[in-house]
């Protein structure tokens, strides 16, 4: 759709303000724990783009959302990923990158059986 | 013999005379260059003249008017000053709806004075030139007297004293300050539809009824006093918007489909930001008047359905996802409550859980969604406070690429999970809330992918600092006075000391 501005050339001037260069070598991660929206949003993180998956499970999630009711039943095996909406099986050992996590990309963990505050998915 | 009498005009001839010709045609210039805003957004206007005042009203009768209006407001608000009017509001809770509307709203009256002024320049013709004019004027009055208002407020309670810095930084009040730049920075039609028509026309009531109302259940006499004042200028402001409406749309029929893109886009803008007005009359004040959802159905599902059904002569439709919104209703408040109470941190204003008369209230009015989706949150951090493990959400939040809020609203229809959404522009990822706030963002993808959005600032290191010490410096927010729990605030601790001096002297 062509441009409505009244100056020639503003759609070549746009300048995006959130391009990953912008982030000093990190990119944005989003993170979402599904069913437990007592977190009122999903989570934003400027991450290295090589750090390993594996940091997410033991560093930031139980830094994060640690102090959840459920956090203390919650088992990593049983956790079904999603990565930009499509269901995956990351590689812990391996990075973010080679999981396919890029740039603003959003990460979603469902744990079946855990579904919040009493049930409530709060 | 009586002398002739002198003959007097009448309204209509006398308004005409001072308000029309004062203008000519160019003829060193061409029109297109002395006007160069009012065609790029490709309105069609084949005659000026057909333009209707609604109300017709000379700058001389103006003056006067808020001239007598001014004086009468200034009066109250010193009685209110000399009687100690802040200890007669029901609780210093109710204070920090005031908060949020001096730091989210005021300086939005004083964009809409600039802007207005702006269009009394730039458009070709006389009619919505003067109207323009007058209500810059009108918008730069509101905002000198809410601060004059709320003034008062600041001499004894936190969270209002850096108002015009914080609205330029703060995460939320990003939210009015980016849906008004994007009007400001739209051509003159689309900001006369976004401002005068979606949002003085169409929403206006739900903005300005449920908040005096709410001062006045409050003992706000202070605000209710400034609400008046601006109250018959509100009611030209409309007219405005209904004017332009109708003015583009007999125009020519090129301009319909224009024009519904844009009461599509401004109703939804519209219906976000007034979030934060849904949740304050559903958990902010002390004393309630009616509900968000209530609000709603009257001002508008019954009130908007009438004014859509009379406008489809023209063409105009509903806007697109009215039925969402109107769903919506049902949850928003709730939502956005949640939201700052776990960033109560780095709010402006202090924040509390619902107590069980409160939340009793709220299952009443919202027997479909308060017991099965929002009292089990409440409950839960209740619980934790009790065990002094207060739920605090240490981590930013993804926000909506067009909206600006954390994206905690639901999908339409499942309340049990967020609404995601996301498309793709020149090889970069955006995110929304919503059908409503991805739809804008395609539409106009140059202008969206520049939004400065507070959280990916923050990781770039332009706000201060990456501790929430450094952003909120960078905000000029006094951590553990302005923001946080109202228990335990400073301004607890002063109304407290207050109340209970009156009761010794009554006593």
Redesign the interface.
């Known amino acids: 759709?062509a441009?409505?501005?009244?100056k020639p050339g503003?759609?070549d001037a746009?300048?995006?303000?959130?391009?990953r260069e912008?982030?000093?070598g990190?990119q944005?991660v989003?993170?979402?724990w599904?069913?437990h929206?007592?977190?009122?949003?999903?989570?934003?993180?400027?991450l290295p783009p090589d750090m390993p998956f594996g940091a997410l499970t033991e560093q930031l999630i139980p830094?994060?959302y640690g102090?959840h009711?459920d956090f203390a039943s919650l088992d990593w095996n049983q956790v079904e990923w999603k990565i930009?909406?499509k269901p995956a099986t990351p590689d812990m050992s391996k990075s973010l990158a080679e999981n396919g996590v890029?740039?603003?990309?959003?990460i979603a963990f469902r744990t079946p059986g855990l579904n919040?505050?009493?049930g409530?998915?709060? | 013999m009586t002398p002739p009498r002198k003959k007097k005009l009448n309204l209509k001839k006398r308004y005409e005379l001072m308000t029309r010709g004062l203008d000519w045609e160019t003829s060193y210039q061409k029109m297109d260059d002395v006007f160069?805003?009012d065609t790029?957004?490709?309105i069609k206007i084949t005659d000026w003249s057909k333009w209707e005042d609604p109300f017709r009203l000379t700058m001389d009768a103006y003056w006067k008017y808020q001239g007598e209006k001014e004086r009468k407001l200034y009066a109250v608000l010193d009685s209110f000053a000399q009687n100690n009017g802040q200890l007669g509001i029901s609780d210093a809770r109710y204070v920090n709806a005031i908060k949020l509307f001096l730091t989210g709203v005021t300086p939005l009256e004083y964009q809409a004075h600039r802007h207005f002024a702006h269009l009394g320049r730039h458009i070709r013709g006389v009619g919505p030139r003067v109207a323009a004019q007058m209500q810059s004027l009108d918008e730069l009055r509101h905002a000198q007297t809410q601060i004059h208002t709320i003034s008062h407020y600041n001499k004894y309670f936190d969270g209002f004293s850096e108002f015009p810095h914080m609205h330029d930084r703060v995460w939320y009040l990003s939210v009015p300050k980016s849906f008004f730049d994007d009007a400001c920075s739209a051509?003159p039609f689309e900001f006369f539809t976004a401002i005068s028509f979606a949002f003085e026309y169409v929403l206006t009531n739900l903005l300005f009824v449920p908040f005096m109302s709410g001062a006045a259940y409050n003992g706000d006499l202070a605000t209710v006093t400034f609400g008046f004042s601006a109250q018959s200028d509100e009611a030209r402001h409309m007219t405005l918007g209904i004017e332009v409406i109708k003015f583009m749309l007999e125009q020519h029929p090129d301009n319909l489909p224009i024009v519904q893109k844009w009461v599509d886009k401004w109703f939804w803008r519209g219906h976000k930001m007034l979030g934060l007005v849904a949740m304050m009359m559903d958990y902010m004040l002390p004393k309630r008047i009616m509900s968000w959802k209530e609000a709603w159905e009257i001002y508008f599902t019954e009130a908007g359905g009438a004014l859509f059904e009379d406008l489809s002569r023209y063409g105009l439709r509903v806007p697109k996802y009215a039925d969402i919104a109107t769903d919506e209703a049902e949850h928003i408040s709730h939502?956005n409550w949640?939201?700052f109470y776990?960033y109560t941190q780095a709010a402006g204003f202090h924040t509390w859980l619902p107590s069980d008369e409160e939340m009793a209230w709220l299952s009443e009015k919202y027997p479909n969604t308060f017991d099965?989706?929002y009292r089990?949150?409440f409950?839960?951090?209740r619980e934790?406070e009790a065990k002094g493990?207060r739920?605090y959400?240490?981590?930013?939040?993804?926000?909506c690429q067009t909206c600006q809020i954390?994206?905690?609203y639901?999908e339409p229809g499942d309340?049990?999970?967020?609404g995601?959404r996301?498309t793709e522009y020149?090889g970069?990822?955006?995110?929304f809330c919503s059908d409503g706030c991805k739809d804008i963002f395609e539409?106009?993808p140059?202008k969206f992918?520049?939004?400065?959005?507070p959280?990916?600032?923050i990781?770039?290191?332009n706000c201060g600092g990456a501790d929430l010490g450094d952003v909120l410096k960078w905000y000029h927010m006094d951590n553990g006075i302005d923001n946080m729990d109202y228990t335990g605030s400073p301004d607890q601790k002063q109304w407290d000391a207050w109340q209970s001096a009156r009761k010794r002297v009554a006593g």
């Open positions: 759709m441009v409505v501005a009244l503003y759609a746009v300048e995006i303000r959130d391009r912008n982030f000093h990190n944005v989003y993170l979402h599904e069913e929206l007592s977190f009122c949003a999903a989570t934003a993180f400027p830094q994060y102090m009711p930009n909406g890029d740039h603003k990309t959003l919040g505050y009493k409530s998915c709060s | 160069p805003y790029f957004e490709g051509g939502q949640a939201i776990q099965k989706y089990p949150r409950e839960m951090w934790m493990e739920f959400n240490n981590a930013l939040p993804q926000l954390p994206m905690g639901t309340p049990t999970k967020i995601f996301s020149a970069e990822r955006y995110h539409n106009e140059e992918s520049q939004a400065w959005l959280v990916h600032q990781f770039q290191g």
